[in-house]
C-alpha cells in the first residue's frame, strides 16, 4: 500500500515537472519579472531587452535577438531559450541525438 502511494506520488511530481519545463517565456510579451525566472538573464540585460523591443519592436527570431543586444551572442541566446525563453514562439530545437 505504502509503495503504491509511494509511486503516484513521485508520478504526480514528475508530470508537474515536465508542465513546467514546457512551458515557456515569451521574450515578445514577457514582464520584467517573468525575463529575470529566466536562468541566465540578469536585471541588466533584461533591461535591455525590454527597452530594445519597446524601442524597435518584438524579435522575429533567435538570430535578431542577438544582433539587437550588445553582448548577446547565439550560443547564449540558444542556452536561454533552452532554459525556457521562446522567441517569437521559437524554442530551442533539440540537440543532436536527443
Not at 14 to 29: F, K, Q
Not at 55 to 76: C, E, F, M, Q, V
Request: zero cysteines.
Amino acid at each position: 500500500m505504502k509503495t503504491a502511494l509511494l509511486r503516484a506520488m513521485l508520478a504526480g511530481g514528475l508530470l508537474a515537472l515536465a508542465a513546467t519545463a514546457h512551458a515557456a517565456t515569451e521574450v515578445n510579451t514577457a514582464t520584467q519579472s517573468e525575463l529575470e525566472s529566466i536562468h541566465g538573464l540578469g536585471v541588466t540585460r533584461v533591461e535591455q531587452i525590454l527597452a530594445e523591443r519597446e524601442h524597435n519592436g518584438p524579435y522575429t527570431d533567435a538570430a535578431d535577438l542577438a544582433r539587437r543586444i550588445p553582448g548577446l551572442g547565439r550560443k547564449s541566446v540558444r542556452q536561454l531559450q533552452e532554459n525556457g525563453l521562446s522567441i517569437n514562439g521559437q524554442t530551442a530545437a533539440p540537440s543532436p541525438g536527443n
